[in-house]
Nanobody
């Protein structure tokens, strides 16, 4: 089992920067693909960014490209999301996700709220 705990969310102003962290426990995440998802009120959960086990490849949703950066520190069993130039439309609950393979179960954190005021 993998336990994921997000932190770093809060209320910020448009244009500000925030760094989210996701601390994993229970197992090492060094061989997991990790991702950040978000869910805004009355909207479906969407993938924001993902990173493979060694950080060599990353994915970003078009809406966050150039503003968000996903990274990981396998030695610390931690995933990060640096969010710059925040916009009101980035307001959502942000969830950390871990997945070993395409066919494996997903592990989720409890989420952290990010609210961007314009």
């Amino acid at each position: 089992q993998v336990q994921l705990v997000e932190s770093g969310g809060g209320l910020v102003q448009a244009g500000d920067s925030v760094r989210l962290s996701c601390a994993a426990s229970g197992r090492t995440i060094s061989n997991y693909t990790m991702g950040w998802f978000r869910q805004a009120p009355e909207k479906e959960r969407e993938l924001v960014a993902a990173i493979i086990w060694n950080g060599a490849n990353t994915y970003y949703a078009d809406s966050v490209k150039g503003r968000f950066t996903i990274s990981r520190d396998n030695a610390k069993n931690t995933l990060y999301l640096q969010m710059n130039s925040l916009k009101a439309e980035d307001t959502a609950v942000y969830y950390c996700n871990a997945k070993l393979t395409t066919w494996s179960r997903d592990y989720w954190g409890q989420g952290t709220q990010v609210t961007v005021s314009s």
